[in-house]
């Protein structure tokens, strides 16, 4: 380690870490592992993300001030360790603050809390409620770090200008972002531009350290990176998994820090971005939940055949089995094509047949049913006995179920509660059916970096060009109930993703009956969606948990294109 003040020199090391919520003692496991990595390679400083003591988010466990109590004692112990003359740290964790908890960022270094800041803009939207558990903070100044004046600012203190203003003006020499920022389909190049408008504004290098993984629905790819004084990227990341990014620095004839020294690697885009984040999150959150594996049905579609290959590339072909439920309306060719899903990746699969449980319903029902039709409710039986069989299987071996609906299906209700949306986590839950075909497509031409199934096709060619179905009477596909996915899906992205209103969807060129009864599906079915199972979010508005409609809902049907 050089000593900044006299050489002109710093070495700053962005451990982009991923912590589980709550496992306080794995946590300082990964921070003071990466310290000793970063330590080896010549650190000054070693920064890690936004709560990385607790992992982001905690929600309301920071209301328990016994789980407070256990963070400070963390914390002071490892602060402790810094005594050692190694690289300083700055961790983030909830701290108590006469008598508030707030967000804050702690420089720890030669054996005690050397500074403390916190974070301001506490966010209340989308998936996040931390004005609702921390008090925000005053506006900071910068902390010294060996003579070294750093600015603090925490995650959505970008947001505005006001506290990188007040940074600059306090005389800070370069700024440093602990942050948990999530993946989105469309949020990358938004969180690169927003940075460089407060570094255009300052005239000052910021380095930004993203948390990576899984945690619940959310998924944080990391990506951490540096933007220079002079707006060029001077240093990024990998996406989607743990890094430490070492940066030198030295100081200029202008007395502005330059970037000598960092690596680069090329975020993903596109199906490789979402498919990576689909991986990462159902990994962690099995892993992370201590599930031995998974169990999902195989119907030969392709919705559960993306999802058994997602289920592969993120744990292993041995931690995946796929069940194939045939009923009397089961084609030949979906039970060969669930067998090809499975033999392509290598996992396991059993085949129960569910007519006896059919012809036990019927057996059984047929007093009160008598002198009605069949209708749905014989189909609908027909998803809950698959269901209900999935569950017995999870019992009693432990794995986690996957439903293996989308986002376009749980949108407008196509699915049948305590049957198709039985299971722990639906992987595809905020995957519109377009992008489904997209991602299969594109994984049978690519291998994940981040996988752990086979290379080559793992998708069956006749699962992409058959039509979709639910089989559960003869000749059915997808399109009888529901518009072409072409269609429907372009009208979902304009109601769920964008608040267009129905006359801008219309003025795209969609005929209005078909806009208007979209929009009565989709909120008719916000109470199937209320019971839907956790899943990856990848868009910045998916259907569930921060975006709710009414139950007893009266602006549906009628509502014409006046909106």
């Known amino acids: 380690m050089s000593d900044p003040q006299t050489t002109g020199r710093l070495s700053v090391a962005l451990a982009q870490m991923n912590p589980g919520v709550g496992d306080l ?11 000793a990595e970063a330590a080896a390679r010549g650190a000054d400083l070693v920064a890690f993300p936004e709560l990385s003591v607790t992992g982001y988010p905690p929600e309301d466990l920071v209301r328990k001030p016994f789980f407070l109590d256990r963070v400070e004692e963390a914390v002071r112990a490892l602060a402790a360790e810094t005594g050692d003359g190694g690289p300083a740290l700055l961790v983030g964790a909830p701290w108590r603050d006469e008598g508030l908890c707030r967000n804050a960022v702690l ?6 809390i050397a500074a403390t800041r916190y ?12 004005a609702g558990v921390f008090a925000p903070g005053p506006m900071p100044g910068p902390v010294n770090l060996r003579g070294v004046r750093l600015g603090l600012p925490v995650g959505d203190d970008l947001r505005s200008p006001d506290v990188v203003e007040t940074l600059q003006e306090s005389g800070a020499e370069m700024l440093i972002v602990p942050a948990a920022s999530p993946f989105a389909a469309d949020g990358s190049d938004g969180r690169l531009q927003l940075v460089v408008r407060r570094v ?23 990506a951490s990176f540096v ?3 002079d707006r060029s990227l001077a240093a990024q990341a990998p996406a989607f998994e743990e890094h430490l990014l070492l940066t030198r620095w030295e100081r200029g004839e202008d007395d502005l820090w330059q970037c000598r020294e960092a690596g680069t690697a090329a975020p993903p885009e596109g199906a490789e971005a979402v498919y990576g984040a689909l991986v990462l999150g159902l990994r962690d959150y099995v892993n ?36 194939m439920l045939p009923s009397p309306h089961t084609s030949a060719e979906s039970r060969e094509d669930a067998a090809e899903t499975a033999e392509l990746l290598g996992c396991r699969i059993d085949t129960i047949p ?3 449980a059919m012809q036990a319903f019927d057996a059984m029902l047929a007093p009160a049913f008598a002198g009605r039709d069949p209708d749905v409710t014989e189909e609908n039986l027909q998803a809950r006995i698959r269901g209900v069989t999935l569950m017995a299987l999870s019992n009693k071996f432990g794995a986690l179920l996957l439903s293996t609906g989308n986002k376009s299906e ?69 399109q009888d109930s529901l518009p072409p996915y072409e269609v429907l899906d372009d009208i979902l992205a304009g109601l769920v993703d964008r608040d267009r209103s129905l006359r801008e969807i219309v003025a795209r060129g969609h005929d209005e009956a078909t806009v208007t009864a979209v929009w009565t599906l989709l909120q008719k079915a916000e109470f199937k969606r209320r019971q839907a199972p956790p899943g990856p979010r990848i868009t910045r508005r998916p259907s569930d948990r921060e975006r709710r409609y009414p139950l007893a809902n009266g602006f549906i049907a009628g509502s014409g294109t006046a909106g």
């Open 25 to 35: 003692s794995g946590n300082i496991d990964r921070i003071r592992s990466a310290r």
């Open 107 to 112: 420089l720890l270094d030669r054996g005690g």
């Open 119 to 130: 974070k301001v803009d506490l966010p209340s939207d989308g998936p996040f409620d931390e």
């Open 200 to 222: 255009t504004e300052a005239g000052l290098p910021l380095l930004y350290v993203n948390q990576v993984g899984g945690q619940d629905e959310l998924v944080f790819d990391g």
């Open 227 to 229: 933007i220079a004084a």
């Open 288 to 323: 992370k939940n201590r599930f031995p594996g998974v169990i999902l049905g195989l119907s030969g579609g392709i919705d559960s055949a993306l999802s058994a290959a997602i289920a592969v590339d993120a744990l292993g072909a041995e931690r995946v089995h796929g069940v």
């Open 354 to 356: 569910i007519s006896p």
């Open 410 to 478: 749980g949108s407008v209700g196509y699915a049948t509660l305590y049957g198709d949306m039985c299971g722990g986590f639906a992987v595809l839950k905020d995957v519109y059916k377009t992008t489904v075909y997209e991602l299969a497509r594109w994984r049978n031409a690519h291998m994940p970096a981040i996988g752990r199934g086979p290379a080559g096709r793992v998708v069956p060619e006749r699962v992409l060009a058959k039509a979709p179905t639910a089989e559960l009477k003869p000749g059915q596909t997808d």
